[in-house]
């Protein structure tokens, strides 16, 4: 008999055990459209007492109550569902514990985009330093920029649970994903063969270590960013000072791409005072002949920062001795504020490479890996289009997301435009407020003409005999190019 997942940590034993647990969960359709169904309108994990007492006794009821609620249940329940499988098997994997005539399950287990994935229970508080953690807020982030063309070999550093890795298994052909936490290695190494999926390569170890001499098409990681006072968590904390487990973590995958390969990476940075944080990141991509794109999400004050994380512990005692002690913190490193953002990195070793900082507050919900890429491209172009009279040449076009709103106040009894707001809806969203003209000029790229085209075709629709105030306007298209409003067509 093969030994599959098994360690020190838990899994099952045999493929065909594995197998069986696959048919079990497809028979009692315990997956994400359905538990969706049987749930709504409650969001899970935060409705879980409300979706407890919905539930029922059915076969996926009781799956759902079990795995995903962590609730106990009745040992006879369970039996009977997860037949031929004996309830011992479950025991032995680590999955289940038997108490009398009750059973409660070790790990979480959930749906997950026609995913299942087990992960640490969370509803009990953080009780492991080795915890692995589930689709978290900023998983989800960088699983919605992720580029998703094709590759030949992608690396997930800190992969916890295996999501990202999971993700990409779809689009890359060869994956490795490494964890320092021997736990998050079994509970990935788990999922993977929960899910089926066979081209991950797992690796325990620190940082780049154990793929040191390798290199990747792309690389994804969401690392333990958190800059605190703390060594508690290995999925938070990382034990080096303020930002530099973050500038170490993007010095590795500049060394670890191939050519042209892509780096996407999410984390903290500090704001210290008299620096210019921009000047700061700037200096890390320095000579790593990769460029580089910053978005910055959103910056928090070292207080607001200290009660968001330490708040991740049941009963944290706000005015306590640890929230002070991630105050004194802050200020004994000369730290103002903390910003989270997504780094996009390209290996690039032929001329001169760039370096541009966006800030994109707004939430991102959906899929935009391929908004980022045409983003990256945008940047990419202007940093080859420095001048002028180069940019007339530039062909462009509108984005399709582009969509405007007027807005009227009355004004002695007559409608009066009071503005006109420009909004792209499709990727990451951004709007701004724009001048009529502009509104009407940015109708002529249409993907085929140059920017010199639009200019003369719009002079000449609008009797415009000086075209020197269309000139004045590059620096806003510029900026359209920036924001993704205008996307260059590269023949
Ligand atoms: C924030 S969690 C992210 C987990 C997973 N990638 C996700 O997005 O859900 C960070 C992961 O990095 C791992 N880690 C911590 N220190 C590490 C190190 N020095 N080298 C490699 N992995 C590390 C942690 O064990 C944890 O699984």
Not at 48 to 75: H, N, T, Y
Not at 418 to 432: D, H, I, K, M, S
Request: glycine share 6%; charged share 20%; proline share 3%.
């Amino acid at each position: 008999m093969t030994t599959l997942v098994k360690n020190h940590v838990f899994g099952f034993e045999t493929t065909q055990q594995v197998e069986s647990v696959r048919q079990l969960f497809a028979k009692h359709r315990f997956n994400h459209p359905t538990i969706l169904k049987r749930i709504e309108p409650l969001s899970y994990p935060e409705h879980r007492s409300v979706i407890a007492e919905k539930l029922g006794d059915a076969p996926l009821d009781v799956l759902i109550r079990l795995f995903m609620l962590q609730l106990e249940c009745q040992v006879d329940d369970v039996a009977a569902i997860f037949e031929p499988m004996h309830l011992e098997e479950w025991q032995d994997a680590g999955v289940l514990e038997v108490h009398g005539d009750t059973v409660k399950a070790m790990v979480v287990l959930y749906p997950l985009y026609g995913l299942i994935v087990a992960i640490d229970n969370y509803f009990d508080g953080l009780e492991r330093e080795d915890h692995v953690t589930g689709f978290s807020g900023t998983a989800r982030i960088l699983a919605n920029i992720t580029m998703r063309d094709p590759v030949d070999r992608l690396l997930d550093v800190g992969t916890g649970c295996g999501i990202h890795a999971l993700f990409a298994s779809k689009h890359a052909k060869e994956i490795v994903a490494t964890d320092l936490n021997e736990r998050a290695i079994a509970f990935a190494k788990f999922n993977a063969a929960l899910n089926g999926v066979t081209n991950i390569d797992f690796r325990v170890g620190n940082l780049f270590e154990p793929v040191a001499g390798e290199t990747f098409d792309q690389i994804v990681c969401n690392p333990p960013f958190v800059i605190s006072p703390q060594s508690e968590y290995l999925f938070r904390d990382n034990g080096m000072d303020g930002d530099q487990f973050l500038q170490t973590i993007l010095q590795g995958v500049t060394e670890h791409l191939n050519e042209g390969g892509i780096g996407q990476v999410i984390g903290d940075w500090v704001h210290l005072k008299d620096q210019s944080w921009k000047e700061r990141l700037a200096q890390w991509f320095e000579g790593t002949d990769c460029d580089s794109w910053v978005i910055r999400h959103q910056t928090k004050t070292p207080e607001a920062y200290s009660k968001f994380w330490c708040s991740d512990k049941v009963d944290v005692d706000l005015n306590g001795q640890e929230f002070q002690n991630w105050l004194s913190y802050f200020s004994q490193k000369n730290i103002e504020a903390i910003s989270l953002g997504f780094f996009t990195l390209r290996k690039c070793t032929s001329g001169q490479n760039w370096f541009r900082i966006y800030d994109h507050s707004e939430p991102i919900t959906g899929s935009v890996g391929d908004d980022i890429k045409r983003r990256f491209e945008g940047q990419h172009y202007l940093s080859q289009k420095p001048v002028d009279l180069e940019l007339l040449q530039a062909v462009l076009m509108l984005s399709p997301g582009a969509k405007l709103t007027k807005q009227s106040k009355v004004n002695n009894d007559r409608w009066e435009l009071e503005n006109v707001t420009l909004r792209l809806t499709q990727g990451l969203a951004y709007t701004c407020n724009i001048d009529q003209n502009i509104a009407n000029l940015l109708l002529y790229f249409d993907g085929k003409h140059t920017v010199q085209d639009a200019f003369n075709a719009y002079s000449l629709e609008n009797n415009i005999q000086n075209q020197e105030s269309l000139q004045g306007n590059l620096q806003t298209i510029r900026s359209f190019i920036h924001f993704g409003i205008l996307i260059p067509v590269v023949s």
